[in-house]
């Protein structure tokens, strides 16, 4: 078996990861890959939206199948291409995709087919996103239809704020053509939960839940990033939660999607809002999340391989198969640069704790220069996940060893898992 992943983050580490632990034997091919990925397999220095020299490399390898990291490259159609030349790939279409890079699509696909969602219409027109503003009340939240880097959405507080934002969008074009378009949506209130799903289109394999935490500062303060950590599982997401989840937004919306004639296969991301009246969506993803996914992973049990595979191939997920999970808890400590998640400094030399048998140190912003030096490359550097028999433990763990990792300037949050914590 050979496996093509695509990408060079945290995430595709993780997935690198989890691939080896499946099948030992497993040949691993990254592009780009990173330090901690090269580790595991070989690294091929082709970007991840370069389509033609991947569909060369994946040909020329012979890879048993492809796997697709991040959100680009499936924007930019790598699963079209893939097929179009018969070579197997995890991951959904360029239309199925825009489950995540077209927030409208998502908006009216949900609200037709009775998704549980914040209502939301769509405008171009500033004058008319004003008043719908105005209709809906403060609080309020201001979107970007397209991808706008996790900057495209503001949660009005006040009306002035709200206009400022649909301005900073429809008139100053401040996130270019992805605010060309933007979503007036009623407010939601509730815990946020991540929940994905291994999906053939039709059958789910749900995981369990997991928590991302957005806020560079403890205590969920200051700037949102790309995320500073997460950890699974989640109390308030119950087997009686993930079931209602996959019987009223999973199922349902990958009903949608293939009687709109653009099945989504691979892995759907819901980003859950447990609300008063139960799950809402607040986006869909149509890939795994980062940092959920170092998190998750090392407390999967069972194959994450083996249905993949099957999903790659564009084979049926078995009826009644379930993913299982290891007992415990699991909390992942991302440490970032000086300067993130504004202007980042890099090339500053990194030592690492080693890995043990429950601590796996995950590379995201990270390169190797040629005298064998790691040294930053990136806001986000590594992602340390613990596991241990409880959220507490792991919590400790986890921050104990994030703090091992040294380059000048390094932040972390020591509070991962707070919520839990708090709930225990
Ligand atoms: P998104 O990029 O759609 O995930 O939105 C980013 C963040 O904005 C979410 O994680 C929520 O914290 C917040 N958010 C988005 N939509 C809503 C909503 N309708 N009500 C309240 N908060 C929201
Ligand atoms: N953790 C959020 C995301 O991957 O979009």
New binding site residues.
């Given amino acids: 078996m050979k496996v093509l992943i695509v990408g060079g983050g945290g995430r595709e580490h993780a997935l690198a990861w989890k691939l080896r632990r499946d099948d030992p034997q497993c040949d691993l091919l990254a592009a780009p890959g990173n330090p901690g990925i090269a580790r595991l397999g070989r690294c091929v220095n082709i970007s991840a939206t370069n389509l033609d020299a991947l569909v060369t490399l994946a040909r020329a390898e012979a890879v048993t199948f492809t796997l697709v990291g991040p959100e680009a490259p499936l924007e930019a159609g790598i699963v079209d291409r893939f097929r179009a030349e018969g070579l197997a790939i995890f991951g959904p279409t360029r239309a199925a995709a825009r489950i995540e890079t077209s ?1 409208r699509f998502a908006k009216e696909l949900m609200l037709a087919a009775g998704v549980p ?2 209502r ?1 219409q769509t405008f171009t027109d500033p004058a008319a996103a004003r008043a719908e503003a105005r209709r809906l009340g403060a ?1 309020v ?1 201001i ?1 970007a239809s397209g991808i706008a880097a ?1 900057k ?2 503001i ?1 009005a507080t006040s009306l002035a704020d709200a206009d400022a934002a649909i301005d900073a969008m429809l008139v100053d074009n401040a996130f270019g053509s992805a605010g060309a378009e933007v979503l007036v ?5 509730g815990e ?1 939960v991540s929940l994905f799903a291994l999906t053939d289109g039709t059958r789910v394999l749900p995981f369990i839940g997991a928590q ?1 935490h ?1 806020r560079i500062g403890e205590g969920d303060t200051g700037p ?1 990033t790309g995320g500073m950590g997460a950890y699974a599982p989640v109390a308030i997401a119950s087997e009686a939660l993930v079931r209602e989840a996959v019987a009223r937004i999973f199922t349902p919306t990958l009903r949608a999607m293939r009687e709109q004639g653009c099945p989504f296969t691979g892995l759907l991301y819901a ?1 859950l ?1 447990l609300t008063a009246d139960g799950p809402k969506v ?2 869909f993803n149509c890939r795994f999340g980062d940092p959920e996914t170092q998190a998750l992973l090392p407390l999967m049990a069972s194959s994450l391989l083996e249905p993949m595979r099957t999903i790659a191939e564009g084979r049926a997920l078995d009826d009644g198969a379930a993913l299982r999970w290891k007992p415990g808890a699991s909390v992942t400590t991302v440490v970032a640069a000086a300067g993130y998640p504004g202007t980042i400094a890099t090339g500053d030399a990194i030592t690492l704790p080693e890995d043990g048998a429950d601590v796996m140190v995950f590379h995201a912003g990270t390169r190797m220069l040629a005298d064998q030096t790691l040294v930053t490359s990136g806001g986000r550097v590594v992602a340390v996940t613990a596991l241990a028999p409880d959220i507490r433990a792991a919590q400790q763990a986890s921050a104990a060893a994030a703090a091992r990792v040294r380059f000048d300037g390094a932040q972390m949050r020591r509070d991962i898992g707070w919520r839990e914590l708090a709930r225990a």
């Fill in positions: 927030k969602t914040a939301a609080p939240v979107k996790g495209g959405v949660v949506e009623e407010f939601m209130q946020e991302d957005k949102n980003g809002m607040v986006e």
